[in-house]
């Protein structure tokens, strides 16, 4: 298990509502990435932050929104929920070097849109 | 952008059987590749990786192959047992952009029989 840890474990919400989504990134590590994972579907990307700053975004649109803490915690925020939203939100968390990092994952947040 | 493409979609084999998965990745520059395992109601979790100056790598029952010319690469599962069951998940790190942003295969879901 890795020191990923994320909260809270399935929530609903119905269309329309907004949700934030919490993640507490392993020991040590200073970036914080968040993924979306379709039933049936490898995760993707929907953003990355470093320094608590926004570092890269996947194809999101702007409801989806996100923090980063002195602690290197993270939040993930989703504004206006549509049905297309449900799925397992994934953060994963690593140690940005100058090379290629690698990505450990927390459980996921399922989160189901009615 | 990069594209990654896993194959198959779904494996079954024997136990102490191998079990082979194959990927492949559109873009030349990518030089990152985890493969992630992700038993259910759980996050994925990184079992091997392989950089693109490497060719192979092993882990006791694990291999990671890599072949850059033909941009492609394949994760081998020797002696088989029914707790490998699970789906995984091939990844590629395109260069540029945030590091970190992980551009996942569909999954292979593989069932061991014992």
């Known amino acids: 298990e890795t020191g990923v840890t994320q909260s809270p474990t399935h929530l609903i919400k119905t269309r329309g509502q907004q949700v934030t989504l919490r993640c507490s990134s392993q020991?040590?590590?200073?970036?914080v990435s968040w993924y979306q994972q379709a039933l049936g579907q490898g995760p993707q990307f929907i953003f990355q932050?470093?320094?608590?700053?926004?570092?890269g975004r996947g194809n999101f649109p702007p409801r989806f929104s996100g923090l980063q803490f002195p602690n290197y915690s993270s939040e993930l925020n989703v504004n206006a929920l549509e049905l297309d939203d449900s799925a397992l939100y994934l953060c994963?968390?690593?140690?940005?070097?100058?090379?290629?990092?690698?990505?450990?994952f927390g459980p996921g947040t399922r989160l189901t849109v009615l | 952008g990069e594209n990654v493409e896993q194959h198959p979609s779904t494996l079954s084999v024997q136990e102490g059987d191998s079990a082979v998965i194959k990927c492949t990745y559109s873009?030349?520059?990518?030089?990152?590749f985890p493969w992630y395992k992700q038993e259910l109601g759980k996050g994925p979790q990184l079992i091997i990786d392989?950089?693109?100056?490497?060719g192979e790598k092993k882990d006791q029952r694990i291999a990671v192959t890599l072949n850059k010319t033909a941009k492609h690469f394949s994760l081998h599962i020797t002696e088989t047992q029914p707790e490998d069951s699970a789906v995984y998940f091939c990844?590629?790190?395109?260069?540029?952009?945030?590091?970190?942003?992980?551009?996942f295969g569909k999954g292979t879901k593989l069932s061991v029989k014992p």
């Open positions: 020991s040590g590590h200073n970036t």
């Open positions: 392989i950089r693109s100056n490497v």
């Open positions: 990844a590629a790190d395109p260069p540029g952009g945030s590091q970190g942003n992980l551009i």
């Open positions: 873009d030349s520059a990518s030089n990152y």
């Open positions: 932050y470093y320094r608590e700053e926004e570092n």
């Open positions: 994963a968390s690593s140690f940005r070097t100058g090379g290629d990092n690698e990505q450990f």
